[in-house]
């Protein structure tokens, strides 16, 4: 237990450090697990425990500039990774070999893969491109809906004449949370694109990362290196999670038991986060914040905001 640390109501795993910039993580999804993607073009993968010493367990030099974004698919079999060589990889994760090459996948640099389903991958560039693979993210400040089954665009809001940089669902998936380059979170409701339902400003820059805790709360990552947990419908701050210094949050993500975030930023570290206590966590429409923060578990978390 000695090399975990207290955050929130319980332990988190030790930071991670790595050589040089990270642009993203990913957790395996069945083991205690994260891989890192640097900016001169590694990959780092790591165990991480509460109760043993971090270890890093492989290191992929396959790409020959940044790699940009990371993710494993359903199964955990392979590491799927993007790059702005504009190449989409696919590595054996029992061999460390690179399963899987696409080396012109774009026209532009890539920035962001998604695993969707057993079968397909979305990737998306620089120029706002977007592919889907057979083996949306934004790019004009307008919110995407892309039919995977059919492999068609089926709807596209207005243009919000702000970036659109990160999305999340809550609410049962009836609500879509964006974060933006203002600063604000836009928030549509499923079905109607043509313009946002609802606004919440409050961020003192962009929104770069938005995920998910529960169907009334997401986490946030802002370039002013802060990570915080929002209450949606009705909008309220809850408080800050944690921070890198003054650097900028590049990426966050929800472990697969939903009791950790993982966050990386430019001082070359990765984070863990307790943020299990955020999941009940409920606000009461017209109710002052100090009155409707109800969670059995997150007393101590609140008592120093």
């Not at 892309?146 to 089926?154: A, G, I, Q, T």
Request: charged share 25%.
């Amino acid at each position: 237990m000695a090399n975990a640390m207290e955050d929130g109501d319980g332990l988190v795993p030790e930071e991670i450090k790595v050589p040089s910039q990270v642009f993203d993580v990913a957790f395996h999804p069945q083991r205690n697990v994260i891989a890192v993607a640097q900016i001169d073009g590694p990959i780092t993968i790591h165990s991480f425990s509460t109760q043993e010493q971090n270890k890093m367990l492989m290191e992929l030099t396959h790409h020959k500039k940044a790699c940009r974004a990371v993710s494993f698919t359903e199964d955990g079999k392979y590491l799927l990774s993007v790059s702005k060589d504009k190449s989409l990889q696919a590595v054996d994760m029992n061999t460390g070999s690179v399963a899987l090459t696409r080396k012109k996948a774009h026209e532009s640099p890539i920035n962001c893969v998604k695993v969707i389903s057993e079968y397909l991958v979305a990737t998306g560039d620089d120029n706002g491109g977007v592919k889907v693979w057979y083996c949306v993210k934004f790019g004009d400040g307008s919110l995407s809906v892309f039919n995977v089954r059919r492999l068609k665009l089926e709807d596209k809001s207005d243009n919000m004449e702000t970036e659109l940089l990160s999305v999340t669902l809550v609410k049962g998936g009836r609500k879509v949370i964006c974060g933006t380059g203002e600063g604000a979170l836009n928030i549509f409701t499923w079905g109607e694109w043509g313009d946002i339902s609802d606004r919440f400003p409050g961020h003192p820059q962009s929104v770069d990362a938005c995920v998910a805790i529960s169907d009334n709360v997401v986490c946030t990552g802002s370039m002013d290196g802060i990570i915080r947990a929002i209450h949606i419908l009705p909008n309220r701050l809850i408080g800050p999670v944690g921070e890198h210094s003054d650097f900028p949050i590049e990426r966050i993500r929800l472990s697969p038991d939903e009791n950790l975030l993982a966050s990386c930023s430019h001082d070359q570290t990765v984070k863990f986060w307790d943020i299990e206590h955020l999941r009940d966590t409920t606000i009461s429409p017209g109710s002052k914040k100090s009155e409707t923060v109800k969670s059995g578990t997150s007393s101590n978390f609140f008592a120093d905001l």
